[in-house]
């Protein structure tokens, strides 16, 4: 039996690129180079068919440690909760005042991104707080 050493986080999405680019400013990942003998992921997206330009988009960690991210065109909008969200560690370690400094820090930076501020949970005798948010899209995702 083989053990399973990486995953990929794949998000259903209207712009795939957008939202990849907006992804790569939330966790400095990088955009991988183009295929072999493209310049520049344009010039590969303008040898596809038309209905399948832009359909993808993906990013990754450039430490090779966080999982690839891959953007899949859809043609249906999001209507309902994730199932699954990502939760972005900012705030490991820190507790009280000097956690939510950071968690606000890391918020302000996001919504000027694009990003949406939904709520803050605050913290109870079982959880540290945490940030609610949206991507540029409007996947839910947290500020941990």
């Known amino acids: ?8 986080v794949t998000f259903d999405c209207a712009e795939p690129e957008r939202v990849a680019r907006f992804w790569c400013e939330v966790l400095g990942y990088v955009v991988p180079d183009p295929p072999e003998g493209f310049a520049s992921w344009e010039e590969y997206d303008r040898t596809l068919p038309s209905e399948d330009r832009g359909s993808w988009f993906a990013c990754a960690d450039p430490s090779g440690v966080g999982p690839r991210l891959f953007f899949q065109r ?3 909008g999001k209507v309902v909760k994730n199932r699954v969200h990502l939760d ?3 705030g490991t370690e820190l507790v009280g005042a000097e956690r939510l400094a950071a968690l606000e820090a890391e918020c302000a930076r996001l919504v000027a991104l694009g990003a949406v501020r939904e709520r803050l949970l605050p913290a109870d005798e079982d959880n ?3 940030i609610v948010m949206r991507d540029v899209e409007g996947n839910e995702f947290c500020l941990d």
Do not use: A, F, L
């Not at 039996?1 to 990929?8: A, C, D, G, V």
């Open 1 to 8: 039996m083989s053990t399973i050493r990486q995953i990929q």
């Open 74 to 76: 859809v043609p249906e």
């Open 88 to 90: 972005v560690r900012v």
């Open 128 to 130: 540290e707080s945490c």
